[in-house]
């Protein structure tokens, strides 16, 4: 692996030409981290060049597409195994947002409240041709989201549990896990190590 050092906004650069070589079609990315990298705000930076390239962008976050609390909390409200393999509606983000933008040209920005678990009764937004869906969300790697391109915003586990407050400690082994049968950094089109933010890597095969 070769470590090539950028700055942040050269980093988003590279993911936006990713997405625009692509071509004029929709284009379905996922932006995966550990919450602490900001996975939502480097989706942010992305959609804004894209925009001013002329590309429509459906902007969604995994977060807003949780199974309902009576499935996800079925074991218990800290179970680090349900966490990675039942907590995200990956039927619900396929079928109303990524296959959507595809195929009948329209998105759903949410399903339920994370918080609540209740609809969010959400309408459709249209997606016009070249729609590019943005989704951003943690341990959704190799889940089985239809998506063109993932990038991958990385730490070292040291600079996770580090960075991973007391309380949620618990989802520690459920990172774990997911590093070693996802492999993230393998499986990503684009990694990007943030164990420094002021200092990123583009991380290449």
């Known amino acids: 692996m070769r470590v090539e050092p950028v700055t942040y906004d050269a980093a988003v650069a590279r993911v936006v030409d990713r997405v625009l070589d ?18 939502g705000r480097f989706a942010d930076a992305v959609a804004g060049p894209l925009r001013v390239a002329g590309r429509p962008v459906a902007r969604v976050a995994v ?31 396929n079928r109303e947002v990524l296959r959507s933008v595809v195929d009948r040209g329209r998105w759903l920005p949410s399903l339920r ?3 609540t678990g209740r609809s969010t009764r959400a309408p459709y937004r249209d997606a016009p041709p070249g729609t590019v869906a943005l989704l951003d969300g943690s341990l959704a790697v190799g889940r089985g989201l239809d998506v063109d391109l993932v990038v991958h915003l990385a730490l070292s586990p040291a600079t996770e549990t580090r960075r991973t407050d007391l309380t949620d400690a618990w989802q520690l082994a459920a990172y774990g896990r997911y ?27």
């Open 113 to 115: 409240d994370p918080d």
């Open 63 to 93: 977060r807003d597409f949780l199974l309902a609390r009576s499935l996800r909390l079925e074991t218990g409200r800290r179970d680090p195994d349900a966490l990675l393999d039942t907590w995200i509606d990956v039927g619900g983000l």
């Open 22 to 39: 692509r071509g004029p079609g929709p284009v379905r990315v996922l932006v995966d981290g550990h919450p602490s990298t900001g996975p």
């Open 179 to 205: 590093r070693r049968e996802a492999a993230p950094e393998r499986r990503a089109d684009v990694v990007v190590r943030l164990d420094h933010p002021d200092r990123p890597a583009l991380l290449r095969q």
